[in-house]
């Protein structure tokens, strides 16, 4: 029963969307706070998590660390969630005010036991695994996860489980309710957790996000080398298939042994293909400029993020002197003078790269939408920057400034603090690797869990290099499912550069350029231009000369007919 | 860098092409047009003006004799017309030839020049020539030609009834088309040069280049600008840039037909065409660097052409030739693909049409043979045009840089007239 009513609110949705992406009624008045306990005093990884799991309800988000809490800070707040990332004696005032708290708290993690006005129960300290999961009353829907740890909370009728956690067949509670107050068991909402989480916290948030999925493809690393038959292919399984689809695009290429660069003017078939795709349903993703550092190759290097030392860019990558600790100096206030500097190389570099980017592919005639960073690393100062030129961000988010690897996406769209107003379209479901036979099969599967959390995203990215065939399966598993493609020309999308603004609304794309510092700041896109025009007047010429041989040949017939009947008509007369 | 100057060549190319296209559109539309013309004006009464046809001759004893007796058929009132022969310092029979037509007919007059006076020259011939004429018109004839019996009468209906026309500009054939391969290029040639471009620039811009034969013009404008340029090689694009430049225009009227003897040796063709392509050299310079002083900036159009002709085409044609060899041997990446290809046959077929069509305005001249001619002709004569503007550039560059005195030189006739069958009589 409960599936054809999935199925008939989907229809619904199809009928009466407004957009994929449905903005929360009223999202600004859900003041939230989040109180939070980590070690060094700053919102860390474990806050930017949860910051892009309450994002998706609410903009109105305060952190503050449970050391500085003052009981002020509730004021007008709707929701406070605690998240205790450790084990510690959290303080009296700060439980105090809890205690008569009125609005909805949630607590996350450790240290539930000392809120004893809010639950009856206990959350045993001791950790206990599991690899299953799923939401109360769908245990036939449960999914299989890799191994997790949950606080065991015995469970008692005072309790309403929202969602569980199974491990060695044994059912534990993983988020639960009690008296309007919330306890998430788990020592973390990284997913696949923070997927039923993400569901649960629209009980908690009572929200009316109706049932309905958007999903995204999109095709990966498209640079100037890429096979253009092969990108065709795929691009066309899409098309064929009404997929409204996404294009990472890299402009410019670079070679790991030679250092060579190649631009699209330099592969005009593989950028026809592009413009080809773009007007038939596809959008471009800006994926970098070069999708490099250093000498590395493009599609294959980090962009935005400095592998080697672990660090953001802040440094030519030639420049082999180390990034300095703050040991290193004498003063506080050095360091901090220091690191200005390296943000300001940052800001910089980045900017440099995203100006270059967006405007060498505008003048390709491919506009960019979004953006999503190569390997999705990219420092919270470069996501700020980024801000400053996107509206949209795709993939998955980098959580922490001192590791790349650190990242998570949240299982459907949000705008987290840390991305300054940009819209996060996150990657769920990964991308088939092109050595797992079974690839498609799992990424249907991760889908299906996906498909758990009720405004879910279902999305996934695609190599074209690997050609139509496998990009099909997945289509063809996800065919009859309920998903609702985005389309970012629908999304109203704003991209803004020095030289370039473009904004997407109801499928049109809008580009205001400036023609003339676009062409000329730029020796690749001068030079495409020259070239295109050379094209074009060349080609006009071939016609006008053709139509004028034809021209020719005819007046000499009239002509030479004239001459004979002339010649006739003097013998005669 | 191979592909910026191989774009420039062949943008030079085809902006030369285009203008050809675009001439011979008019050119065919005045094959047409000037027959009614022409009709037109025969129709109405007509006073004729009085004429001196000037034929200027330096060792001409071959030829001069046929010349006087086409003089001679002219149709035209015997009180309106002297033809005066200038003996210009010959060597040879030619003086006692006039002489004794002279001696006959009233309407052949002999003028002997002697130094200081003589060998100056076309210009200085007819120079001397003027001073002696009366007439209010004057017509040109070189000592070679053979005008059709209405030739002058044409010319003298032309000046007539245009009152803007500084000059009328008639037809010239060629007698020894069929005489050799030579004759036929240059037949073809000619024929082509004068339906592409006079007709054309006539039908288009009211302008039209002075032949140096078959022509009239107002004895008026001649006084005024002093007879022909003595210094000038070609003297007759120098006269019709000094026309053009007193506000008239130059009318290519084709009814008026004359005809003539062409080279029928490489070599004596190679001096006659070093001597024009140096004249509009000179031409060139002599005006470019003042065409600020000219008033009516109508010249421009021709200027432009012959910049074209002499340094813009030339250029491009000479780049993508050396581009051509060096992609030969080094690999330069030329990003131009099949386009450079489809333009190379259509400059090959738009040749082969517009000279074609322009063949067929004359009788008897569009035939298998000749279009076979064409066809080499691309391949062969054509190109020679490339060595001549080196040549020729080279000969005047020294002549600039070691201020050498200018020397005419009087094309070569040959023996045997060719008494042509094709003859019009229209």
Known sequence: MKKYLIVLCALLMVFASTGPVSAEPAAEDKKTLVVYSSVNHQVDEDERKLDMLLSHFTKNIDFVHVSEFQPDDTKDTTHIFYYGSRNEQLPDSFLASMDSYEGTLTVIGHNQNQFKDHFSFEASPKLSNFNFMYLDGEKEEKIKIPLQSVFTVPVNEEIEVLAWAEGGKKAKPLVMEENGAYYAASPDVISPVSTLFGDVLHDIYQSSHEESHPGYIRLEDIHPLVDPEKLKETGEVLIENDIPFMMAVIPVYTDPETGRRSHFSDYPETLEVIQYLQENGGSVVLHGYTHQYRASETGEGFEFWDVENNTPIYKEGRDPSPIKRPDDFHTRDAYEDYMAELKDFERDYTETKLNKGIQELTGFGLYPLAFEAPHYTMSQHGYEIASEFFSTYVGQMQLSDENWQVMDSAPYSTSPSFTHGMTVLPETLGYVEPDNKQAADEIIQKAEQQMMVRDGMVSFFYHPYLGAERLSEVIDGLKDRPIEWIDLKEENTKVQSDEVTITAADGNVNVNKNTFQLFTESKTLFHYFVQNTADKVTWTMVGVSSLSVMLFCFYTFVSYRRLTQNERSDQVG | ?426
């Open chain 2, 1 to 426: 860098m191979a592909d910026i100057l191989l774009y420039i060549s062949l943008f030079l190319i085809w902006a030369m092409l285009f203008y050809h296209m675009f001439l011979m559109q008019g050119g065919y539309r005045h094959s047409i047009e000037y027959r009614r013309t022409k009709d037109r004006w025969e129709k109405k009464p007509f006073h004729y003006p009085s004429v001196s046809v000037l034929i200027p001759a330096h060792n001409e004893e071959m030829v001069i004799e046929e010349t006087m007796k086409a003089m001679l058929n002219l149709n035209y009132p015997e009180d309106k017309i002297e033809v005066i022969v200038v003996n210009d310092n010959s060597s040879d029979a030619t003086g006692e030839i006039v002489d004794a037509y002279a001696k006959q007919h009233p309407r052949i007059k002999a003028l002997h020049t002697k130094p200081p006076h003589a060998g100056k020259g076309k210009s200085g011939a007819l120079n001397q020539g003027l001073k002696k004429s009366t007439g209010e018109v004057i017509v040109v004839y070189d000592a070679d030609n053979t005008p059709e019996p209405d030739a002058v009468r044409y010319l003298a209906l032309g000046i007539e009834n245009d009152a803007k026309a500084g000059a009328v500009v008639g037809k010239f054939r060629v007698t020894n088309g069929n005489k050799n391969l030579l004759t036929r290029l240059i037949n073809i040639e000619t024929i082509t040069f004068q339906w592409l471009a006079q007709a054309g620039r006539w039908f288009w811009f009211k302008m039209a280049t002075i032949p140096g034969t078959n022509f009239a013009i107002r004895r008026s404008i001649l006084e005024k600008l002093g007879g022909w340029d003595e210094k000038a090689l070609s003297e007759d694009t120098e006269l019709s840039f000094r026309v053009y430049n007193l506000g008239y225009h130059i009318r290519f009227f084709p009814a008026a037909i004359t005809w003539e003897q062409e080279p029928e040796v490489l070599k004596v063709w190679w001096k006659q065409r070093t001597r024009w392509a140096r004249g509009n050299e000179y031409v060139i310079f002599k005006y470019l660097f003042s065409l600020h002083k000219l008033e009516k900036k109508k010249i421009v159009i021709d200027l432009v052409y012959f910049l074209f002709t002499y340094l813009l085409f030339f250029g491009g044609v000479m780049i993508s030739h050396s581009i051509f060899i060096m992609n030969l041997f080094w690999d330069l990446n030329l990003s131009m693909g099949m386009v450079s290809y489809v333009l190379l046959v259509l400059g090959f077929l738009l040749f082969v049409t517009e000279v074609t069509l322009s063949l067929s305005f004359e009788r008897g001249q569009l035939t298998w043979k000749n279009f076979a001619v064409v066809l080499f002709m691309y391949f062969t004569y054509s190109q020679l045009w490339i060595i001549l503007v080196v040549y020729a550039s080279f000969l005047e560059a020294k002549r600039i840089l070691f201020k050498q005195e200018v020397k005419w030189y009087k094309t070569q006739r040959f023996q045997g007239k060719q008494t042509n069958e094709n003859r019009s009589a229209s």
